[in-house]
T-cell receptor, first 113, second 110 residues
């Protein structure tokens, strides 16, 4: 069974540019989560989808971040415009049930210059 | 790797010894806990989980202990191997989102 995949693995952009990260969850997993680790900090929750609906977006830092999951399959996380403090590693996870094990992807390392 | 700049406590053990990694969690309402292992350049990998109605759970070479009274988790790894070298995180599930600890780096030396 394929795991959670994320694209790209690395992204280097300049401040003010836009970046879109993609996550493909494990097939059949209705629950999809985004997390991130910025330099020197713990992994922090960003938001949770159940199918195509945003269940909890309390961790989204500001309105420069937009997550979508059209059709309830893959998800995208767009940062527009990117700021220096957005640099970090963005993880996606999926789960077949709520309050269960979350399986993580390899992450996307974002560097904003 | 992702841990640059993050000052992690480090546990150094000799190959073949047992390892114990500790974690304090913050919220009494958390009812589900997971241990993850993260190797450099990879995402967190599930190791073992435990629900709050249990105080011990065993897997292959790993055991998780939960003490709800003091809000403490531990991960025990038996016969530690070089492949166990990684950063280990505990995570508590609160309202269907995971809250991660800082992590502990495990170094295994021959």
């Amino acid at each position: 069974e394929a795991g959670v995949t994320q694209f790209p693995s690395h992204s280097v952009i300049e401040k003010g540019q836009t970046v879109t990260l993609r996550c493909d969850p494990i097939s059949g997993h209705d629950n999809l989560y985004w997390y991130r680790r910025v330099m020197g900090k713990e992994i922090k929750f960003l938001l949770h989808f159940v199918k195509e609906s945003k269940q909890d977006e309390s961790g989204m830092p500001n309105n420069r971040f937009l997550a979508e999951r059209t059709g309830g399959t893959y998800s995208t996380l767009k940062v527009q415009p990117a700021e220096l403090e957005d640099s970090g590693v963005y993880f996606c996870a999926s789960s077949p049930q709520r309050a269960g094990v979350q399986f993580f992807g390899p992450g996307t390392r974002l560097t904003v210059l | 790797g992702e841990s640059v700049g993050l000052h992690l406590p480090t546990l150094s053990v000799q190959e073949g010894d047992n390892s114990i990694i500790n974690c304090a969690y913050s919220n009494s309402a958390s009812d589900y806990f997971i241990w993850y292992k993260q190797e450099s350049g990879k995402g967190p990998q599930f190791i073992i989980d435990i629900r709050s109605n249990m105080d011990k759970r065993q897997g292959q070479r790993v055991t998780v202990l939960l003490n709800k009274t003091v809000k403490h988790l531990s991960l025990q790894i038996a016969a530690t191997q070089p492949g166990d070298s990684a950063v280990y995180f505990c995570a508590e599930n609160l309202g269907d989102k995971l809250i991660f600890g800082t992590g502990t780096r495990l170094q295994v030396f021959p």
